[in-house]
């Protein structure tokens, strides 16, 4: 990994041209020119000459970024700016010392606390078909302000039973499948493990249980690459046995498992990024039609870590009707960190992307990363939306709506 010093000559590269204006979300619902690219490689600027220093202010600028890496993809210069926002923000670390704020949201066994109570509370909500009953009081809740959004918010994540047995697949050679389910779906929503497991079941793949850690996304994009090393270790012990893949559920934890070899210089960091397979790659060859007569209008929300592309999957499913959104490849605002640390903007990027959705008259948003679930369900949940659209995941709508295409 290279550190702050290293981009000096990357940072020197943007021609203030102003084009990642145009792309980026946080811009766009802010104007804030710190927002934008570049923006902060003025302020990183002003540290490479000494002018500035690192302190909180600057880490405030930098945390105004999704990680989208739609300036990324639009930069003329071709400049990766989250990878150097992430260096200044290591850099940012070494040297300061931690606010009890900035500790808390660091502490991974906080967040762990936190994702085992949430998911302890969800059960608790399933189990005593308080959710059932929430679920008749969506329009009051939604109307009843912030922790009445919040709790729809919740209620609209509680896992819900994959019924009904339907072969997806059959005949694959025997294979053995490590699963790392990402944490939101550990501890929170098992849904889409579940369904997972629905469509791989007669695939002759056996999927083995491993306790993982977090991926580490959110420690990453933050520069806490210390807090970051430390998960990808655990993670490598944890993977014990041989097996032919590491299957992921999730886009996000798909792309940064494929980064730890450049952060874990060792031979197994570098076998596990080889392993790491997303479920769409073991079903893309199949075609599936959904099980109702109704013809559903079906939307897609591509996630910024999305990796393998999922939307010819969907525009491929017999008896929908499939709705291309512009933007549906934009940002959702969610973000992990950055909708807690700057939750009106994060809420205002979800609820324009939720607005476009429900302007199409869409009945299911179809997407492939839990956090992009979160800021889906939060922007339809600030502009008060019932019940429609649904945001769902796409194995979850596979195992649920749809059966294999039998002509
Ligand atoms: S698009 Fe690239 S070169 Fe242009 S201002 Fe933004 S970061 Fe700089
Ligand atoms: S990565 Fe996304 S949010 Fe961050 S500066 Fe670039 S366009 Fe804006």
Redesign the pocket.
């Known amino acids: 990994m290279k550190d702050f010093k290293d981009y000096k000559e990357e940072i020197y590269?943007?021609?203030?041209?102003?084009?990642?204006?145009s792309v980026c979300p946080v811009f766009k619902t802010t104007l804030n020119e710190c927002a934008?690219?570049?923006g902060k490689?003025n302020i990183l600027n002003g540290i490479i000459k000494g002018e500035l220093t690192f302190n909180k202010n600057v880490k405030k600028y930098l945390d105004l970024c999704t990680g989208c890496n739609a300036?990324k993809n639009?930069?003329?210069?071709?400049?990766d700016?989250r990878e150097i926002f992430v260096a200044a923000k290591h850099e940012y670390y070494k040297n300061t010392k931690l606010t009890f704020f900035q500790k808390i949201l660091n502490s991974y066994f906080l967040f762990k606390i936190l994702l085992i109570c949430a998911g302890i509370f969800g059960h608790i909500l399933r189990f005593t078909g308080i959710s059932r009953l929430l679920k008749l009081f969506e329009k009051t809740l939604l109307k009843s302000g912030y922790l009445g959004k919040r709790l729809y918010l919740f209620n609209s994540l509680i896992f819900k039973q994959i019924t009904g047995k339907r072969t997806f697949c059959s005949g694959v050679k025997k294979q053995k499948a490590v699963y790392f389910d990402g944490c939101f779906n550990k501890y929170i929503n098992n849904d889409t493990k579940s369904a997972v497991t629905h469509i791989l079941e007669d695939s002759g793949i056996e999927i083995i249980k491993k306790d993982f850690e977090c991926c580490g996304i959110s420690y990453l994009n933050d520069g806490n690459i210390e807090k970051f090393k430390e998960l990808i270790t655990k993670n490598l012990n944890t993977l014990d046995c041989d097996c032919d893949y590491i299957l992921t559920d999730c886009a996000s934890c798909n792309s940064v498992l494929k980064e730890y070899k450049n952060y874990n210089e060792t031979a197994k960091a570098l076998e596990f990024g080889n392993k790491v397979t997303g479920v769409l790659d073991l079903i893309k060859n199949i075609k599936f039609e959904v099980i109702s007569d109704k013809k559903y209008n079906i939307a897609v929300h591509k996630p910024c870590h999305d990796s393998y592309d999922f939307i010819d999957v969907v525009k491929n499913i017999k008896g929908i009707n499939f709705i291309e959104i512009e933007d549906f490849d934009k940002c959702c605002g969610f973000s992990g960190k950055f909708a807690l640390q700057n939750q009106k903007i994060s809420r205002k990027i979800s609820s324009q992307k939720a607005q476009h959705y429900i302007d199409a008259n869409v009945d299911f948003i179809i997407t492939t990363c839990p956090a992009c679930l979160l800021g889906l369900n939060q922007g339809l949940a600030e502009i008060n939306a019932n019940n429609k659209p649904i945001a769902v995941n796409l194995f979850v709508f596979l195992a649920k709506y749809c059966k294999k295409q039998t002509t």
């Open positions: 590269k943007c021609s203030r041209c102003g084009l990642c204006q934008v690219s570049r490689f300036c639009f930069c003329p210069s071709g400049i700016a």
